[in-house]
């Protein structure tokens, strides 16, 4: 079993910075990619962010140059640097991650989600 549980969201001011941090643990052999993704209200979920276990980084155009994703391989964690946040950003998140488990198997995980918010 592998549990994914994200943090870190929020109430902040247009403008504002918010770090989003997502862990994953139970039975997991390697983490191929992570990602962040968010939902708002009436909306799709989109991507918005993800990272190859090798650190190649690719992001939504609505984010480009203000978000950041990095991760550390040997906690299992991934983190989303939230700079210059616009109301529009106002969504749930929701990490994502692509375990290989050591009973052989390959799923997708996701967290619970983390409810950021930007007020204008």
């Known amino acids: 079993q592998v549990q994914v549980v994200e943090s870190g969201g929020g109430l902040v001011q247009a403008g504002g910075s918010l770090r989003l941090s997502c862990a994953a643990s139970?039975?997991?052999?390697?983490?191929?990619?992570m990602g962040w993704y968010r939902q708002a209200p009436g909306r799709q979920r989109e991507v918005v962010a993800v990272i190859t276990s090798g650190s190649t980084t690719d992001y939504a155009d609505s984010v480009k140059g203000r978000f950041t994703i990095s991760r550390d391989n040997a906690k299992n964690t991934v983190y989303l640097q939230m700079n210059s946040l616009k109301p529009e950003d106002t969504a749930v998140y929701y990490c994502n991650a692509k375990v290989s488990t050591y009973y052989g198997g390959l799923g997708t995980y996701w967290g619970q989600g983390t409810q950021v918010t930007v007020s204008s």
């Open positions: 139970g039975s997991i052999f390697s983490i191929n990619a």
